[in-house]
């Protein structure tokens, strides 16, 4: 399957910490996205990373890329109630085009 | 405003019937997605559309068809032969290989 797969599948944190979700994947790509949703909402992208990148900031966000064991992580730092949503990736696998291929997501929850 | 709007949002289909959910873009996107996400899970890539008059199917395209004759519009039709085509469906565009912005859904429930 050229799909993500993200672990944990559920994640409880108390506000203030971090929350850290990984993404694995088997195929080459040319770049790995973050989205988020709130329930039952449309998803909003996060961050993207490129095939050639690393590491990625944005505000609280870190994301990490490693093409060499096909996987990712995203770091939220000092988590916020708000923060509550799920998590997803998605990778544009290489030989595909345009396709972006979403994994199964991470539901965080933030407890205040 | 730019941006992608889905119609509409709750839509209800008797056993047997074709429906079709409109998305439609502002934003000169070339490429649009169809996806499908059941309650509790992720997003599964029905069609996916990279230029006007061209769509390539993705994982779960039995049971659906789409169209793609003008930029803005990628209309997607579920067919009687979705079997279980109670759903939420999210359509989203983006440029080449940049990040995807989504409409707000269409919840399809058969009755």
């Known amino acids: 399957s050229q799909q993500g797969e993200e672990d944990p599948q559920a994640l409880s944190i108390q506000e203030g910490e971090n929350a850290t979700m990984n993404c694995s994947y088997k195929t080459s790509i040319n770049n790995l996205q973050w989205y988020r949703q709130n329930s039952g909402r449309g998803l909003v992208h996060l961050i993207l990373i490129r095939s050639n990148e690393r590491e990625k900031h944005s505000g609280r966000l870190r994301v990490t890329l490693d093409t060499s064991k096909k996987s990712s992580s995203l770091l939220i730092t000092a988590s916020r109630a708000a923060d509550t949503a799920s998590y997803f990736c998605?990778?544009?696998?290489?030989?595909?085009?345009?396709?972006?291929?979403f994994g199964a997501g991470t539901i965080l929850r933030v407890k205040s | 405003d730019g941006g992608i709007t889905q119609s509409p949002k709750y839509l209800f289909r008797k056993e047997g019937q074709n429906v079709t959910l409109s998305c439609e873009q502002n934003l000169n996107h070339d490429a649009m997605y169809w996806y499908r996400q059941d309650p509790g899970q992720g997003l599964r890539l029905i069609y996916y559309?990279?230029?006007?008059?061209?769509?390539q199917k993705g994982d779960i395209a039995e049971g659906y068809s789409v169209s793609r004759e003008k930029k803005e519009s990628f209309p997607l039709t579920v067919t009687s032969a979705q079997k279980n085509p109670t759903a939420f469906y999210l359509c989203?565009?983006?440029?080449?290989?940049?990040?995807?912005?989504f409409g707000q859904g269409t919840r399809l429930t058969v009755v």
């Open positions: 559309s990279q230029i006007v008059n061209d769509f």
């Open positions: 998605a990778i544009s696998p290489m030989e595909y085009g345009n396709k972006l291929v």
């Open positions: 989203a565009s983006s440029y080449h290989y940049t990040e995807a912005f």
